[in-house]
């Protein structure tokens, strides 16, 4: 009911005796009246316990009205946001009403206000930073392990002390619980000697995890540069897999990155003078960070907390140097292509004439393909290639990407123009056992290999091997031939 029924009426549903002769039945009266037969018998109920109350209609009043904060809790409030920010640590309203819950006894009245109440009040007061509107975080596809010490992320960077010195900070951190397992801090630039002694100190107090993910630097990690360093050899030995992102993409270590800007803020809010006052400060900073503040991707649990309670699974057994060797090897043979793409185009011309790069853009370069080689795009609605006519679907992972295909009399090969790094390759002629008309399922050919594999594509194509493996032991003359 929209509108409240006016007295007049009420006193109609009151006194109507549906018993006298010739009276409407109780259905008929509602429909004269516009009423629902609830709306009836909840009114003549009111009657029989309220008598002449129920002329009037209820207050819609709140019967447990919203509490009004006084001058006391907001001036808390607003204390507690000031600390934060001058000591550099976040300071919204999140991070605001878990302050206050740790000091609960002595906050004003006992009673803190949600994170939306506190949101509210401070912005009332004019405490509030205005944000750019960003893309809303619903829209991201988080990733991370499930279980702790299932793999590290080591990243650094650089920071300026007070007294114009360089310093370079080493963050390593636990990609499922987010817990700070060894941030220090060198005078020297970033170099591999560095990095295995925050290793070595992580390792020795926690133990070796599976993996230890970096970027491309060759103080962390040379693999994809056809060998490998002292960094890979100790996590080896500790039974470590050193991996790393795809170059060129730092949001693989997305992770890290976000922890440089919180422990950036924090150095910059506390002045240090020099490596020494950097060193005291991380300290500081890996205590509070791992054992205070609430991270929103935990559900505003510590990382301290993540750790206890996740399930670890380190590492086991050393990784023998082959391991590494083969690795290096892969990654060695997959920039083959990397010659064929030195060469620069003087500049491009589209169908309509324009000038579309030319080399006076040097940042931007064109590979020059010779004549087996074409330039591909795959997008996310169309996401194949193509070969004598059939189309060959691709991962989502190849999907809003240009690659360079190379037809050699041998092998059918995608490569990044820009790395020369081979993505994609199966020998020729090709073999293929999901073929439906001229569509080709790239996990159903024989040899393929793939850097940029789903998990979906892997378990397919692994499914797939195990069929070839089984006819060329059944059908051994038919494969020799091909």
């Known amino acids: 009911m929209t509108n409240a029924l006016p007295p007049r009426v009420r006193a109609m549903i009151i006194n109507f005796d549906p018993t006298q002769p010739d009276a409407l039945s109780i259905s008929e009266f509602c429909k004269t009246q516009k009423i629902s037969r609830s709306i009836f018998y909840r009114l003549r109920n009111r009657a029989v316990n309220e008598s002449a109350a129920a002329l009037h209609s209820l207050s819609r009043a709140p019967r447990k009205p919203a509490r009004k904060y006084g001058p006391e809790v907001i001036n808390e409030l607003v204390k507690i946001r000031q600390r934060l920010k001058k000591d550099g640590w976040d300071y919204g309203p999140k991070t605001i009403h878990y302050e206050a819950t740790i000091n609960e006894d002595q906050f004003p009245g006992g009673k803190i206000p949600s994170v939306a109440t506190i949101a509210r009040l401070l912005a009332g007061v004019g405490h509030v930073d205005r944000n750019p509107r960003k893309r809303p975080k619903s829209s991201y596809v988080p990733f991370s392990r499930s279980t702790a010490m299932?793999?590290?992320?080591?990243?650094?960077?650089?920071?300026?002390?007070?007294?114009?010195?360089?310093?370079?900070?080493?963050?390593?951190?636990?990609?499922?619980?987010r817990f700070d397992v060894g941030s220090m801090a060198f005078q020297r630039h970033e170099n591999s000697q560095d990095a295995k002694e925050v290793l070595l100190r992580a390792i020795t107090e926690y133990g070796a995890p599976q993996e230890v993910l970096s970027d491309n630097s060759k103080a962390f990690n040379q693999l994809r540069s056809g060998t490998f360093g002292s960094v890979e050899i100790f996590l080896a030995s500790k039974g470590s897999m050193p991996i790393t992102g795809l170059p060129g993409r730092p949001t693989t270590q997305g992770k890290n990155e976000r922890s440089h800007r919180t422990l950036q803020r924090f150095l910059t809010a506390n002045k240090p003078k020099d490596l020494a006052d950097v060193q005291k400060l991380i300290r500081r900073y890996r205590e509070h960070y791992n054992t205070r503040r609430p991270h929103q991707s935990l559900n505003q649990a510590t990382p301290q907390a993540a750790w206890e309670l996740l399930e670890h699974t380190p590492a086991t057994e050393p990784i023998a140097l082959s391991v590494l060797e083969a690795k290096a090897a892969e990654y060695l043979s997959k920039r083959r292509l990397a010659t064929s793409v030195a060469h620069k185009l003087d500049v491009v011309v589209s169908k309509s004439g324009e000038i579309m790069r030319s080399t006076h853009d040097e940042s931007d370069p064109v590979p020059l393909l010779g004549p087996n080689?074409?330039?591909?795009?795959?997008?996310?609605?169309?996401?194949?290639?193509?070969?004598?006519?059939?189309?060959?679907?691709?991962?989502?992972?190849?999907?809003?990407?240009?690659?360079?295909?190379?037809?050699?009399?041998?092998?059918?090969?995608?490569?990044d123009p820009e790395t020369g790094e081979l993505v994609m390759s199966f020998p020729l002629p090709m073999v293929a056992l999901?073929?439906?008309?001229?569509?080709?399922?790239?996990?159903?050919?024989?040899?393929?290999?793939?850097t940029l594999a789903t998990r979906q594509w892997e378990k397919k194509a692994e499914r797939y091997r195990a069929v070839f493996q089984a006819q060329e032991e059944q059908m051994p003359a038919v494969f020799d031939h091909q």
């Open 150 to 177: 299932a793999m590290w992320q080591l990243d650094a960077f650089e920071y300026r002390a007070t007294r114009d010195q360089l310093v370079t900070v080493y963050q390593l951190i636990d990609d499922a619980s």
């Open 434 to 450: 999901k073929v439906a008309g001229k569509f080709v399922s790239s996990y159903s050919i024989k040899g393929i290999q793939l």
């Open 373 to 415: 080689q074409m330039l591909v795009e795959v997008t996310r609605e169309n996401r194949r290639t193509f070969y004598q006519g059939f189309h060959i679907s691709l991962p989502t992972s190849f999907a809003r990407r240009q690659f360079v295909r190379t037809i050699t009399d041998t092998e059918f090969l995608l490569s």
